[in-house]
Every structure is written in C-alpha cells, then in structure tokens.
C-alpha cells in the first residue's frame, strides 16, 4: 500500500538501484494511467533538482524555474516513450531539460544587426533558401535527438558549449579515449542521416 514506511531496506536510505526502480515506475504510471499522484511524486522528485541545474548553468531563478515546470509537463506528456532500458528515469528527464535549455538559449540569442552590403536587393534570403535552411535545421535536430543520451551530451558540450574533449572528459568523469569514441560514432550517425544533404 502506498504510504507505508515499512521497506525491504529497513529504516535507512533505499539502494539507489531501488529508487531508479521506483521513478522506472512513475513514470509508467504517468504512461499508462495519466496517474495524477505519481506525477506529482516524480514533480516533487525532479523539480528542484532540474531548477537547480539550470541555475548551475547560469539561468536566473524565474527561467530556471519556468525551465524546470516545461521539463516535467514534457515527462507528463511523453512519459510512454520512456524506456527503462535505454537509461534511468533521471538520465532520461535530464536530457529533456538539457534539451529544452538548448532550445531556449537558441531562441533567446539577442538580436544584431548585420553588417550592410552596398547592393543588396531584399533583406530577406529567397523563399526557396530560407525553406531548405529550415528543412537542414530540423533533419539535424531529428539526428541528434535520435542519439544515445550518452552520445547526445558529449555532441552538445562540444558544439553547444564548446568544450574541448578535455574538459568534456573532466566535466563527465570519464577517460579521453571514450569522450572521443563517442564522438566519432555520434558524428558518423549524423553524418549518415545526413548523407543525401549537400
């Protein structure tokens, strides 16, 4: 029965292992039921934590907290294309915050203006430009959201964030040699999902 204290694990802590258990079936629930009380479990769970993150990365109170509540109305929404196997439920809530905040800091960039040819007949490209450029934006967004989390976040502190391989392996934990493997597999997926744009 939900609700009682009484655990396999005693009075202490649960394993982690049981806790990505639990979240594992949250969401589940949230998937299959629209389970309004697991929801707001995993809400209370991931809220403060991916406010917080934000803020590590520099986002003030107010966005990081608008942040947090459009990454879990996003878990709310597409909570049945989680996949236990792919990752934990915190790896994979992650990685949509990771993603919406990359979303938001493109839309957000300040406008400049640029620079005035002497001739220029229109300000704005040809139709026919200005829809294939929009056409390769989404065939990559759809590339890299196609990757392996672990994958996807080396892509995004490297180009994204433009750290070099170094410091993505001292900011993951990881060896060198396996930030660049994952690098160059990422790079050959997109690539090949790419292959017929010139």
Do not use: C
């Amino acid at each position: 029965m939900v609700g009682l204290s009484i655990t396999p694990w005693g009075h202490g802590r649960p394993p982690a292992g049981a806790v990505r258990g639990v979240m594992a079936d949250l969401l589940r629930q949230v998937a299959e039921k629209a389970d309004v009380a697991a929801f707001r479990e995993l809400y209370q769970t991931y809220g403060p934590r991916v406010k917080a993150y934000m803020m590590r990365q520099g986002a003030d109170a107010a966005t990081a907290e608008d942040l947090a509540q459009e990454t879990l109305m996003t878990v709310w929404r597409r909570a049945a294309l989680y996949s236990q196997e792919k990752g934990s439920a915190a790896t994979w809530i992650f990685a949509i915050a990771r993603n919406l905040r990359i979303d938001r800091l493109r839309r957000e960039v300040p406008w400049q203006e640029l620079p005035q040819d002497d001739d220029t007949a229109s300000d704005e490209p040809p139709a026919d430009e200005a829809l294939s450029a929009k056409e390769r934006q989404a065939r990559v967004r759809a590339a890299l959201a196609e990757l392996p989390t672990e994958q996807h976040e080396i892509v995004v502190l490297s180009y994204i964030e433009g750290l070099s391989h170094g410091a993505i392996a001292a900011r993951l934990g990881l060896p060198l040699g396996t930030v660049k493997s994952r690098m160059r597999i990422a790079y050959q997926k997109i690539r090949a999902a790419l292959e017929d744009l010139k």
